[in-house]
């Protein structure tokens, strides 16, 4: 089967930096997508990988190893507003969206 | 431009009702999607469509029927409710179906079945 794992819930603290870990194992790969969710609203696209290695676009990063199955999305200088879900999706043979059910960042100051 | 709408943004129903959730984008994309996200689960796709005048089954499409009558619209049906299918449905949707090509999501319509 397809699975996505992501840690459920992470904390840190505000000016800080956080990584969140997200492993696959699915039927194809196509590429792998960020989406950060805030409380009661829609998700909204962050980050996109298709090759190995690190995509950096200002405050938040996000690195893949195909060969490993592993992606991270890293995040600077923390600020209350980061407080969110982080969602890793990865795109399969079907070019379908194969979803995690997300990590909790909670922001402490 | 409103991106994805979607409405009702909450609803109540009672076992066995229907209903109909209306989805609509103003971007000119050709797919369209139907998720529900329920608590410690992924979004699960309950189905899609390529197109106008198409549609296909998701992970998830007991219990649900869909329709793309118009390009702009997609249409997501229960016909008989359960209390199963309390949950959030997201609509999305993208230009193709490319590998770049990230999904536009709609704020959602949160669902509760007594």
């Known amino acids: 089967g397809q699975n996505i794992d992501q840690p459920t819930e992470m904390t840190a603290t505000e000016g800080a930096i956080v990584q969140i870990n997200c492993t696959y194992q699915t039927s194809g790969f196509n590429g792998l997508f960020w989406y950060q969710q805030h409380a009661g609203e829609a998700p909204t696209f962050l980050s996109y990988n298709v090759l190995d290695g690190l995509e950096e676009k200002g405050r938040f990063s996000s690195f893949l190893s195909r060969s490993k199955g592993y992606s991270y999305l890293l995040l600077k200088e923390l600020q209350m507003k980061d407080s969110a879900s982080y969602l890793c999706?990865?795109?399969?043979?079907?070019?379908?969206?194969?979803w995690g059910a997300g990590t909790k960042l909670i922001i402490k100051p | 431009n409103a991106g994805v709408t979607q409405t009702p943004k909450f609803r109540v129903l009672k076992t066995g009702q229907s209903m109909t959730l209306l989805c609509a984008q103003d971007?000119?994309?050709?797919?369209m999607y139907w998720y529900r996200q329920d608590p410690g689960m992924g979004l699960r796709l309950i189905h899609y469509?390529?197109?106008?005048?198409?549609?296909a089954k998701g992970e998830v499409p007991d219990g649900y029927n869909v329709s793309r009558l118009k390009k702009q619209n997609f249409l997501l049906g229960l016909e008989s409710a359960a209390p199963s299918q309390t949950s959030v449905y997201f609509c999305?949707?993208?230009?193709?179906?490319?590998?770049?090509?990230?999904?536009?999501f709609g704020p959602g319509t949160r669902l509760l079945v007594l």
């Open positions: 469509s390529v197109g106008e005048g198409t549609t």
């Open positions: 999305a949707s993208t230009p193709g179906q490319g590998d770049q090509e990230t999904q536009y």
């Open positions: 971007m000119n994309h050709e797919y």
């Open positions: 999706a990865v795109k399969d043979s079907n070019y379908q969206l194969i």
